[in-house]
């Protein structure tokens, strides 16, 4: 099974009367085995965009819709009505737990459980165990050696790892990375980055990952989104608008874009 993702006017609004700051995501979609890299200034709503995406924030308004590819066994899934259901709860978090990937900005690990333990509770939850999948993640990310030791004892970086792997884990049909490599060396980065873009072409997978890494997004050549602000300097109701960053723009930084 593979998805396709469509957004359509996805919009969140934060804030009180005083100050407001609204996300507008636009109308775009994701294909089956693509993968995006979404730029954008600090505080532009990078992360707010994939709490979004990933199931974890209601929109207030407009549809995500993800459909199976023809001639696949999956359903098509209306996620934005899920928080509308009055099973709203149950349908998110098994939406989380099966469809998505997510990687957290800060790792988000269990700190009880050890490196292998982290990775492979996304196979428990969403019952998908395959350990050869397990075995492979943990060696291409370099984290055999620390297999056994608890995040406690574990660098930034590589809680950073572990943290892809679990996302990658179970197979999700979507994986989204907040900054999935701000905290590894450039040598880790790309290999990091490689393994987030194989997955998603071998595996059918819908990927969205944020980054400030411009030449590893150019060198591998994936679509870009770019978030901006649309609304006037100083307005207290701030909003900011993805919008499509073409080659021409990815490359120059000088019309205020983070890109
Ligand atoms: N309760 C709130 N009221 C108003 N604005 C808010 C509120 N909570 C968050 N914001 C604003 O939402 C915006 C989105 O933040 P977000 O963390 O998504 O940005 P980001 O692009 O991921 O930043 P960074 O690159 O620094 O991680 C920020 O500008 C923040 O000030």
């Given amino acids: 099974m593979a998805y396709s993702l469509a957004i359509d006017d996805l919009t969140v ?4 009367a005083e100050r407001r ?16 890299g979404l730029t954008g200034p600090s505080g532009t709503g990078k992360t707010l965009l994939l709490e979004l995406l990933g199931m974890l924030r209601a929109p207030d308004r407009g549809s995500y ?9 999956g359903t098509r899934q209306e996620f934005h009505s899920f928080w ?22 800060a790792g988000g690990l269990l700190p009880f459980l050890t490196v292998t333990e982290n990775v492979e509770i996304t196979q428990r939850i969403a019952r ?10 943990l060696g291409e990310l370099g984290l055999n050696q620390i297999a056994h030791l608890r995040p406690g004892a574990l ?3 590589q809680r950073q790892r572990v943290a892809i792997a679990r996302a990658l884990a179970h197979r999700p049909f ?12 450039p040598e880790n980065a790309q290999a990091a980055m490689g393994l987030l873009i194989e997955a998603a072409r071998a595996g059918g997978t819908a990927t969205l990952l944020s980054s ?10 994936m679509r870009r989104m770019g978030l901006q602000i649309t609304s006037a300097p100083h307005d207290p109701n701030v909003v900011s608008t993805l919008v499509a960053m073409d080659k021409q723009r990815a490359t120059s930084p000088s019309d205020g874009v983070d890109v």
């Avoid at 819709?65 to 066994?73: E, Q, R, S, V």
Wanted: hydrophobic content about 45%; proline content about 6%.
């Fill in 174 to 185: 979507c994986v989204i990375a907040d900054e999935p490599t701000a905290a590894l060396d």
């Fill in 128 to 137: 998908r165990p395959d350990e050869s999948w397990l075995k492979a993640l």
């Fill in 21 to 36: 700051f609204t996300l507008q995501a636009g109308q775009w979609s994701i294909a089956a085995g693509e993968v995006i």
């Fill in 84 to 105: 509308r259901d009055a099973n709203a709860m149950a349908l998110c978090a098994g939406a989380r737990a099966g469809f998505f990937g997510f990687v957290p900005q």
């Fill in 212 to 221: 400030h890494d411009y030449p590893t997004l150019e060198k591998f050549e």
């Fill in 13 to 16: 609004t934060l804030g009180d």
């Fill in 155 to 157: 660098s930034i970086g």
């Fill in 65 to 73: 819709i993800a459909t199976p590819l023809t001639g696949t066994a």
